[in-house]
């Protein structure tokens, strides 16, 4: 059972969208609680029942946060609970794995060489082990087992490791890789919606019924939250590693997850430990057991020791760790704001409050929109998730586009440029995009919503038609993302965070702060608001070169600007409790950019060859034009493994990947790179036909 190419790709791009979307909410939240819990303070006259209380400044608001370790006196009617992020990613995961490996399984699913299978038993093995992973490791937890921590851990660590086992030994070493992903992200959100979630409602409800709750539902609780907190570097980790054939098609690839889990497992502890604010003396054991299982995977990998590749993966580690932890912390605050419910005999200048349920602890937020009488020292900021953003995204399109910039920033058919040249139009545009933007903003231009929106979606749109204009259609994509990023993280470090540091201060010297100061402070984070969807398909989209290297990328990137603003202004609103019948206005203009998207990148009809095409000659022209790339030994110097694993040196193997043969060598012309093998509109005619009667 197969999908279309055309088809495929677009459900694809679609859902992985929204899988990245959710899966930023559910475990950027998780990594705010985390790390909210850890910052918790005491003091003697704390309301009965309260652990502990933080103050945080975030978008120009000051948040009182109380954490109640058993519920108080008395509960309020609306409670926030925390499911439908972890339930989403599970969905939007499930069907990205039918549409990538169920629906196109003789090719991403089934290796040949490992293990002959039809692709209805690939499928069913599938989806039996991801029951099965389920099971077998919630009977783990409710054994006695589950009551020792230490061998709890080893024996969940064992189950990952035979099932990776044993995924090596019968899918191809994506398919295996993404499976094991697949069952760790299944225990985790299987926690929230099989355990964590019941428990907290059976707790509450006996709290509002004035009843004692059974304290093993919080203990149950707590274990599988801490589970999840481990769980999620690894699978993070697990995901990302999945586009490298350096570990996927490693001859020891099971061991590599094995490593993966143990190196990402302590980074969190250590992670975790330094935000207890535990001296690195206490974790410093971590270190070791970090270099040794992640240099382990090193050595294992089937790529040469000093690889780009390596630098590649972690940093795209890191930038994804940091990205979810700003963008999931954003969406959080969001949501939150449209939550806050005002209510009578609250202290003076608090805007609203709400009652949160997280990880078996009650929380009660109040939001003061100007500061109270009196402000302790120690105020939560929420800016180096953004930075640290902005730096791994910069080292990642330092590794992956500067230092290999004829593979992937140059195009010599779109303009023949050196490496130095194109790495200073890359620098120069990132920086004249910023001065740009402010500019419009600080300018009259800026006192009109409205205006200003429309000229910075211009100011975007000429910047992809330039970007399309000089870099190969990668590079060009990856650069409108990384523009949008960098508007993004200087708003925080610019003007967000020292304009809301200014009024801080002026409040804690008993003066009245500039007003002008968080009226910036709330434009510029408006903007970031509306650009964080966008930003995500930008990246996402990059990966898609029916996207990035269609004729008219430059208007598709403005329609995935325009689109992923309007979805996130529905989400907004949505938020705020406006009727969706006065929402609807939205959706068509949404569905009307995503079909104009599909009608931009319909593949035109292609001229093949008119004559016959033998199996010889078919392989003759991939091992010429595509093997010096796609081969277990890469001639091209620039290679070191074949991409995505994905080997063009036999018939057989031609075979198995002539659907994507077909998109990105015929329909989209995306491969070779660059052309640099000097692929012939004649060749790509005659492998077209050969494809097209198989």
């Known amino acids: 059972m197969e999908l279309e190419p055309f088809i495929a790709d677009w459900l694809n791009f679609a859902i992985r969208w929204g899988h990245m979307i959710a899966g930023i909410a559910w475990i950027g939240t998780s990594f705010y609680f985390v790390a909210l819990d850890f910052s918790l303070k005491t003091r003697p006259d704390l309301p009965q029942g309260v652990r502990g209380e933080a103050w945080e400044v975030h978008g120009g608001g000051f948040y009182h946060v109380q954490k109640y370790l058993s519920a ?174 350096m570990l996927t098609d490693a001859p020891h690839a099971w061991l590599l997850v094995g490593l993966i889990f143990i190196g990402g497992a302590a980074l969190r502890h250590f992670l975790v430990r330094h935000e207890v604010g535990d001296p690195l003396s206490r974790t410093a054991w971590t270190l070791p057991v970090i270099f040794v299982s992640l240099g382990g995977a090193w050595l294992l990998s089937s790529s040469p020791l000093f690889s780009l590749d390596w630098a590649n993966l972690f940093i795209r580690w890191g930038h994804m760790i940091a990205g979810i932890a700003w963008i999931g912390t954003s969406f959080y605050f969001v949501a939150l704001d449209f939550s806050l419910r005002k209510e009578p005999g609250m202290p003076a200048g608090v805007g609203g409050e709400a009652w949160e349920v997280h990880g078996g602890g009650f929380y009660h937020v109040r939001k003061y929109l100007t500061a109270p009488e009196t402000l302790p020292k120690d105020l939560i900021w929420f800016k180096w998730e953004a930075y640290l953003t902005w730096v791994t995204g910069f080292l990642l399109l330092v590794v992956l586009y500067y230092l290999q910039a004829d593979s992937y920033l140059i195009d010599p058919n779109i303009m023949p440029l050196t490496q130095l040249q194109a790495i200073g139009i890359s620098i120069a545009s990132l920086a004249l995009g910023w001065v740009l933007y402010t500019a419009l903003c600080k300018s009259p231009i800026g006192r009109s919503t409205g205006l200003l929106a429309i000229v910075l979606f211009a100011m975007l749109l000429a910047f992809a038609w330039g970007y399309t204009h000089v870099f190969s259609g990668r590079g060009a994509f990856i650069h409108i993302g990384a523009l949008i990023g960098t508007l993004m993280a200087a708003n925080v470090f610019m003007v967000i965070i020292p304009n809301q540091r200014k009024i801080t201060a002026a409040l804690l010297k008993g003066e009245k702060p500039d007003p002008r100061l968080g009226s910036q402070g709330k434009q510029r984070s408006l903007h970031n608001t509306y650009l964080t969807l966008p930003v995500l398909a930008m990246m996402v989209s990059n990966h898609f070169p029916m996207i990035t290297d269609s004729p008219h990328a ?72 595509c093997a010096a790339c796609h081969a277990e030994y890469p001639a091209d110097a620039t290679i070191k493994v074949a991409p995505k694993g994905v080997h063009l040196e036999t018939l057989e193997q031609l075979k198995r990947y002539s659907a994507q043969v077909w998109v990105q060598s015929i329909a989209n012309k995306a491969m070779p790179l660059g052309n640099r093998t000097g692929m012939l509109d004649e060749e790509r005619a005659k492998l077209g036909t050969w494809i097209a009667r198989q």
């Open 72 to 245: 108080p006196a008395t509960l309020p009617e609306h409670l926030t609970w925390f499911k439908w992020e972890a339930y989403l990613t599970w969905v939007t995961g499930f069907f990205l794995l039918a549409v990538v490996y169920y629906f196109n399984a003789s090719a991403n699913l089934i290796d040949p060489a490992i293990a002959e299978l039809a692709p209805w038993q690939a499928i069913v093995i599938s989806l039996i082990s991801i029951v099965a992973g389920w099971a077998i490791y919630d009977g783990l937890c409710r054994s006695p087992i589950g009551q020792k921590t230490g061998l709890l851990a080893a024996c969940v660590f064992a189950l990952i490791l035979g099932f990776a086992f044993i995924f090596t030994h019968l899918f191809s070493g994506r398919g295996a890789f993404i499976h094991a992903g697949v069952i760790t992200g299944t225990i985790m959100a299987a926690n929230v919606f099989m355990v964590i979630i019941p428990n907290q409602r059976k707790i509450t409800a006996a709290l509002i019924r004035g009843e004692t709750p059974d304290p093993r539902l919080g203990a149950i609780g707590k274990q599988r939250s801490l589970h999840n907190t481990y769980l999620t570097l690894p699978v993070l980790l697990m995901m990302v590693s999945n586009h490298f054939a």
């Open 554 to 625: 430059w208007m598709l990137a403005g329609l995935i600007i325009l689109a992923g603003g309007l979805a996130r202004h529905f989400l907004v609103r949505t938020e705020v409790g406006d009727r969706h019948a006065d929402l609807a206005w939205m959706l068509p203009l949404i569905g009307a950019a995503l079909a104009m998207g599909l009608m931009i990148t319909q593949p035109s009809k292609l001229v093949l060859f008119p004559g016959e095409v033998t199996d010889a000659e078919a392989l003759h022209i991939v091992q010429t034009r």
